[in-house]
């Protein structure tokens, strides 16, 4: 079976400082562009799974042509951090981007008041998200909103800390690697221990070292990626490695890619999404019924069914 054109995966990019999560994703589209595609529909699909601040580096998985089905996986994934953080000194941005709005003079905490405080914030917490955020208030962003001098109200919502643990203190900066849960803030984090410590707390630099349980080793830099870009995509079938994965012959995986339900069995839990594949080519997902035997399409891949014609 021939396989497409299209790049179709997942990498893990060590996002530079200073860039956007789109324009990483735009520099990657470029890259694999060929001359005679044009316009934007000729070109690679791609997208993120979960947006980092321009001044944080880290891990950006961005997925590929049909993976970009599945960005959902990454969007709900846990994450990993290293953050660092100044006590004496707040500003409006929560980071070194914004203009100061506080400053302390007397930093005198201990690291066991510190270690005592970040404990305070393990757990499911209530957390307001940064004003300027990619929030959506009112149909609007909230950094936009912000940016143009208007009132906003951010609610705060649930998040998860999963583990917190301080890794060094040096005057007044505090250094944490923190696993949380998705849609946690950690511009919001410090300044949420700053004012629980009665200081400041701006993020002075913030890199994800993992995204869904990958490893820091996984990451390929800009440099990398240019000097041996195919090399740097990893199959898609990886990038659902949660997923049980089911093989067709070629008879149910055509049946299967025009969205017939298969009679069959598998060792798959009742109803758990698995990942069907045929010839080491992922068609789509799928849900199984345990108690009937039958496999339910539950996405098809568009380039599965150009294969399978």
């Not at 396989?3 to 997942?10: D, M, N, Y």
């Not at 589209?29 to 060929?34: D, H, V």
């Not at 998985?61 to 100044?86: C, H, Q, W």
Request: charged fraction near 25%; proline fraction near 4%; include cysteine.
């Amino acid at each position: 079976m021939s396989k497409s054109a299209h790049p179709c995966g997942v990498l893990f990019l060590d996002k530079p400082k200073g860039w956007t999560s789109r324009q990483a994703v735009n520099h990657v589209i470029r890259m694999f562009s060929k001359p005679e595609q044009k316009n934007r529909k000729q070109r690679p699909k791609a997208g993120h799974t979960g947006t980092l601040d321009p001044l944080a580096t880290g891990m950006l998985p961005i997925l590929l042509g049909d993976a970009t089905r599945f960005t959902s996986m990454g969007l709900n994934a846990e994450k990993s951090y290293e953050v660092s953080f100044d006590l004496s000194f707040q500003t409006d941005t929560l980071d070194l981007e914004g203009e100061v709005l506080e400053r302390f003079e007397n930093i005198d905490v201990s690291q066991t008041k510190i270690e005592e405080t970040i404990a305070l914030f393990m757990g499911k917490i209530q957390q307001v998200p940064p004003v300027y955020s990619a929030i959506r208030v009112d149909g609007k962003r909230a950094h936009q909103m912000a940016r143009q001098g208007e009132e906003v109200l951010m609610k705060a919502r649930e998040v998860e800390i999963k583990r917190i643990t301080l890794l060094s203190v040096e005057r007044s900066i505090v250094t944490l690697s923190v696993d949380c849960t998705k849609g946690t803030y950690i511009r919001s984090l410090a300044r949420d221990i700053g004012v629980k410590l009665g200081l400041g707390g701006c993020v002075i630099s913030l890199r994800r070292t993992s995204t869904g349980g990958w490893p820091v080793e996984m990451m390929v830099s800009i440099e990398e990626l240019e000097e041996k870009k195919e090399s740097c995509i990893l199959p898609l079938q990886m990038w659902l490695r949660d997923l049980t994965s089911v093989s067709l012959d070629q008879c149910a995986a055509q049946r299967f890619v025009q969205g017939q339900r298969l009679a069959m069995m598998c060792h798959v839990v009742d109803k758990n999404l698995c990942c069907v594949m045929y010839d080491d080519v992922v068609l789509g997902t799928a849900t199984y019924d345990q108690s009937k035997g039958v496999l339910q399409p539950e996405r098809v891949l568009p380039t599965a069914q150009e294969l399978l014609k």
